[in-house]
């Protein structure tokens, strides 16, 4: 069973950078990509970041330049970095992982957090 518990949202005003974590449990063999998304009420969800297995990420045009994945070494930890955060940005933020489990091996399963609510004041 994997799990992703999700963290690190919160109200912040404009201008402002929060971290949003995303950590894996589980009987985990690999993770193979984590999607960061975000939607606000009234829109669809949006990919907002992504991050392949072999370090190549990927951004929206809307959070380009102001959001970052980070290269760290805390294990079945993925982190979405946002800085100079805009009232557009606020959203419920999901974290979605591409992982292969010790039980289903040959399996790529897909795994979402439960969410967490950015709100950036203006």
């Known amino acids: 069973q994997v799990q992703l518990v999700e963290s690190g949202g919160g109200l912040v005003q404009a201008g402002g950078s929060l971290r949003l974590s995303c950590a894996a449990s589980g009987s985990i063999f690999s993770i193979n990509r984590v999607d960061w998304y975000r939607q606000a009420p009234g829109k669809q969800r949006e990919l907002v970041a992504s991050?392949?297995?072999?370090?190549?990420?990927a951004y929206a045009d809307s959070v380009k330049g102001r959001f970052t994945i980070p290269i760290n070494n805390a294990k079945n930890t993925m982190y979405l970095q946002m800085n100079s955060l805009k009232p557009e940005d606020t959203a419920v933020y999901y974290c979605?992982?591409?992982?292969?489990?010790?039980?289903?091996?040959?399996?790529?399963?897909?795994?979402w957090g439960q969410g967490t609510q950015v709100t950036v004041s203006s």
């Open positions: 979605n992982a591409s992982i292969t489990t010790v039980q289903a091996m040959g399996v790529t399963g897909h795994y």
């Open positions: 991050i392949s297995s072999g370090g190549s990420t």
